[in-house]
C-alpha cells in the first residue's frame, strides 16, 4: 500500500540466492535456473539468452501439463517434472514463489 | 509389399505384451499404458477414455519437448519424461517401436 515493496518481500531476493547456492553445490549439477512467479529468469548460471530460451520451454510444457492435470484430478499438484536426454537431465521444481530449474549431466563423468 | 502385416510385424505385438508385462510386474506400478508408434493405446490396464486422455496429454507434452529440444541442441533425445505431482508419478519411456507410459504410486503405502 504504501511502498512498492510490500508487493515483492525483500525476502524474495534472500530466498532466490539461498536457493541458487543450495541447488548449484550439490553434485552434477551443471546449470541452475531461478525463474520468478512469471516465469522469468531472475538469477541464473546460464546467459540470458539460454537462460530465457530453456525457461521458456519448460514453462510451456508445465502450463500444458498442469491445464491437462486439471481435467484428470482438479486436485492433485505437480511437484517435480524430470526430462532426461542422451546429454543431460533437466528437473523443474515449482515453489511457492519461484521455479527452480536444474541442469545435471546425465553421465557422473561427463566432464570429468 | 504382398501383406498388410509386412508393414507392422508380428514381433510388435509380442514386444507390447512383454514390456507391458515387465512394467506391470514392478512395486508400486498402478497403470501401465503402451502406445503405439502413432501414440494411440495399444495395451493398457486403464479404461480406454482414460487411457487416451492421459496418452494424448503426454504426447503432447513430449512433441512440444522434442520441437524444443530440437532447437537447443538437433543431436540431443529424450530417454525419458517423469512428472511426479502429490498423488503419483508418471513416466514417459520412448521407445524405437512403442512409447510406455507408467503410473506409479506416489507414496509406498498409498494402497497399501
Do not use: C, W
Not at 61 to 86: A, C, N, Q, Y
Amino acid at each position: 500500500m504504501f511502498l512498492d515493496t510490500q508487493k515483492r518481500p525483500p525476502r524474495t531476493l534472500r530466498y532466490v540466492e539461498k536457493a541458487f547456492k543450495e541447488v548449484k553445490s550439490r553434485k552434477n549439477v551443471r546449470d541452475v535456473v531461478i525463474l520468478n512467479d512469471r516465469g522469468n529468469p531472475v538469477k541464473s548460471t546460464m546467459d540470458q539468452d539460454d537462460a530465457v530460451q530453456l525457461a521458456g520451454l519448460f514453462q510451456a510444457i508445465r502450463g500444458r501439463l498442469e491445464r491437462g492435470m486439471s481435467k484428470i484430478d482438479p486436485t492433485d499438484e505437480l511437484l517435480m517434472l524430470r526430462v532426461r536426454t542422451k546429454t543431460n537431465e533437466v528437473i523443474l521444481v515449482p515453489d511457492s514463489k519461484i521455479t527452480v530449474l536444474v541442469v545435471q549431466n546425465a553421465h557422473d563423468n561427463f566432464e570429468k
